[in-house]
């Protein structure tokens, strides 16, 4: 996988508007997960989509509404844990008829009634899906709903929700990691990229990619949620779903070594890698 070829994609022609640089709407946060719907928009903004709404229970909207103004807030009926309701999942699938991707997961929780809400909307809009974080909780026992997708599905799972969602153990061995990923992905029909030290993307025809950016210090909360807000915009600018996640996890790594090379590892935390993101891109992507 050439990542230099597929970062010269994203060169914006001269006439480029927002409404060409991809409409990304991300379902996320609750009751005392804001931040994690924050770092997935901000995420998406800073990899070049031009319009990001980010879907949030009403009972936290002014929380994330009052934070940045480039992205959009956009309310949903509560649940009374101040999570997402199924109530809203027409409103939702009204507004996704207007987007180009739809990415559901972080922070979303685990509430029952919410997760019933994931359950109907993964296989229900006809969207290009990255699916992360409680989105793959949501499919625990429920692989149908996964398969009902179509292969219109990229999931980020680190090793513990990979099982939980796949079921079986994974060692810290390459081997045994890839072959897990690569089976997953072959009879599910989605790409899967499997996080971690040498994080794994594998695609339903047989192809991978070994990422080799990143450091220890990307191990903490947040990270996953900034990847997710990456490979939404990537593929909502276009990008084939193998490719943007590719070129997502090479420079969401990227960005994290960048941070640990000016703060450390210790220090390092989700939002630094957000403030690497103009850097890491800068490196890739020709202005």
Not at 81 to 94: C, D, H, V, Y
Not at 108 to 123: A, E
Not at 178 to 189: F, I, P, S, Y
Not at 263 to 273: K, W
Request: charged fraction near 20%; include cysteine.
């Amino acid at each position: 996988m050439n990542i230099q070829s597929i970062a010269k994609k994203l060169k914006r022609p001269a006439t480029a508007h927002k409404g060409d640089m991809g409409r990304v709407f991300i379902l996320a946060g609750s009751r005392g997960m804001t931040g994690a719907a924050h770092l997935a928009g901000m995420a998406a903004l800073r990899s070049g989509a031009g319009l990001v709404t980010v879907g949030v229970p009403d009972a936290v909207y002014l929380i994330l509404a009052k934070r940045e103004s480039e992205l959009m807030i956009r309310p949903f009926p509560s649940t009374p844990q101040g999570t997402l309701s199924l109530k809203g999942f027409r409103e939702m699938e009204r507004f996704c008829a207007t987007q180009n991707v739809l990415a559901i997961g972080p922070g979303l929780s685990q509430q029952s009634t919410t997760q019933k809400l994931i359950r109907k909307i993964l296989p229900a809009m006809e969207l290009p899906l990255v699916v992360d974080a409680d989105g793959l909780n949501a499919l625990k026992g429920h692989l149908k709903v996964l398969d009902a997708c179509r292969g219109r599905a990229i999931l980020t799972p680190h090793p513990g929700e990979f099982c939980r969602v796949f079921g079986g153990v994974l060692d810290d061995s390459d081997g045994m990691r890839k072959k897990r990923v690569l089976d997953a992905a072959q009879k599910h029909g989605g790409v899967i990229i499997l996080k971690g030290h040498r994080t794994i993307v594998a695609a339903p025809g047989g192809d991978y990619h070994i990422n080799t950016t990143g450091n220890p210090g990307m191990a903490t909360a947040g990270s996953g949620d900034v990847l997710t807000g990456m490979i939404a915009a990537l593929v909502g600018r276009g990008l084939p779903y193998f490719e943007a996640a590719c070129l997502g996890v090479h420079i969401h790594g990227l960005a994290g070594d960048m941070a640990a090379k000016k703060i450390g590892q210790t220090s390092l935390t989700a939002g630094d890698l957000l403030r690497f993101l103009p850097d890491a891109f800068k490196s890739l992507v020709s202005s």
